[in-house]
Every structure is written in C-alpha cells, then in structure tokens.
C-alpha cells in the first residue's frame, strides 16, 4: 500500500486544516488507516483512525472532540479534519496503514505497517 499525504501548512490558533492521505495498492481493502504526528523532540504519536467498511473512528484524548477522521473509499482517500488547533498540535504529521480482516476489532494505535511521507502542519499562537 502506498500512502500520500498532503494539505499541511501554517494556521493561527482557533483555526482550522484538513489532511488528505490517498492510498493505493493491491490491499486497499480491509485497510484500516490512521494518522500519527510527531513535533520536533518529541516520540510520535497517534491521533486517529478509522476502519474500512464499518468507518469506527478511534482518537486519543488530546484531539478528541477537535479532529474528526474520516474516509471515502471510493476515493482511496481518507481525511484528518482538524479544528480549533493549538501551537502544540505543530508537528510533522503522517498517514499510516495495516491490513485488518476484522472490521470490528478494536483499531490500534501502534504496529502500522505502510506509512506515507510526512506533512507539516504548523499552528501559530
């Protein structure tokens, strides 16, 4: 699976962004796909993901009731709405992928094993 992530930039606090990360491959199917970040010095960290068909989102505390995932599988493509962004949630972010036969399992947030290339988002105070 490949991934390409894209829609990084800068944005004041308060503000808003949206990420897309387009997947290809012969596995699009039955991929969960997810989002991790990782700011300068610090470990990266997961921050959302969502399942194929049954689209179950997962976040962690810190961006939960801001960011909002989501997917279009005809589209190959998933989305990482982001609002009322704050300076901490600068960081390098990136799209991940695993191959799950179980829809309703409970999604990971580690152990992906396709990732795109990073994409800046910067959110100034």
């Known amino acids: 699976v490949q991934l390409q992530a894209s829609g990084g930039g800068l944005v004041q606090a308060g503000g808003f962004l949206r990420l897309s990360c387009a997947a290809s491959?012969?596995?699009?199917?039955?991929?969960?796909m997810g989002w991790f970040r990782q700011a300068p010095g610090k470990e990266r960290e997961f921050v959302a993901a969502i399942s194929y068909r049954l689209g179950t989102p997962r976040y962690p505390n810190s961006v939960k009731g801001r960011f909002t995932i989501s997917r279009d599988n005809a589209k190959n493509t998933v989305y990482l709405q982001m609002d009322s962004l704050k300076p901490e949630d600068t960081a390098v972010y990136y799209c991940?992928?695993?191959?799950?036969?179980?829809?309703?399992?409970?999604?990971?947030?580690?152990?992906?094993?396709?990732w795109g290339q990073g994409t800046l988002v910067t959110v100034s105070s």
């Open positions: 991940a992928a695993y191959v799950s036969t179980d829809d309703a399992s409970v999604l990971r947030n580690y152990g992906y094993d396709y």
């Open positions: 491959g012969r596995t699009v199917s039955s991929v969960v």
